[in-house]
Nanobody
């Protein structure tokens, strides 16, 4: 199982980034996917999730209206479009594959993380 997250970087407040997570070794089209983030000294927290066919998404409150999760089952890739970034979005972002098709299941496989830094 491999989940390769990329697309992070340094951006000014108000800017945008698009994260991608390419996967292999999982039944991607049957798995819910999610993005989580961990800021220095803090716990890893849920950011966004999407069910197996993209029909349902979920977001943590602080990113609603700014972030969009999407997926391409043909490419076994999940994306996180991040707009209007704020300094408090600074964190390492991780993608995760869930144990089931719905985002109510449990994340079980993790990528290595990609750093997002937002300067004020």
């Amino acid at each position: 199982v491999q989940l390769q997250a990329y697309g992070g970087g340094l951006v000014q407040a108000g800017g945008s980034l698009r994260l991608s997570c390419a996967t292999s070794g999982i039944t991607f089209s049957g798995s819910a996917m999610g993005w989580f983030r961990q800021a220095p000294g803090k716990e890893r927290n849920f950011v966004a999730g999407i069910n197996y066919n993209g029909g349902r998404t979920s977001y943590t409150g602080s990113v609603k209206g700014r972030f969009t999760i999407s997926r391409d089952n043909a490419k076994s890739t999940v994306y996180l479009q991040m707009n209007n970034l704020k300094p408090e979005d600074t964190a390492v972002y991780y993608c995760a594959a869930y144990s089931g098709a719905l985002i109510t299941s449990t994340p079980v496989d993790w990528g290595q993380g990609t750093q997002v830094t937002v300067s004020s």
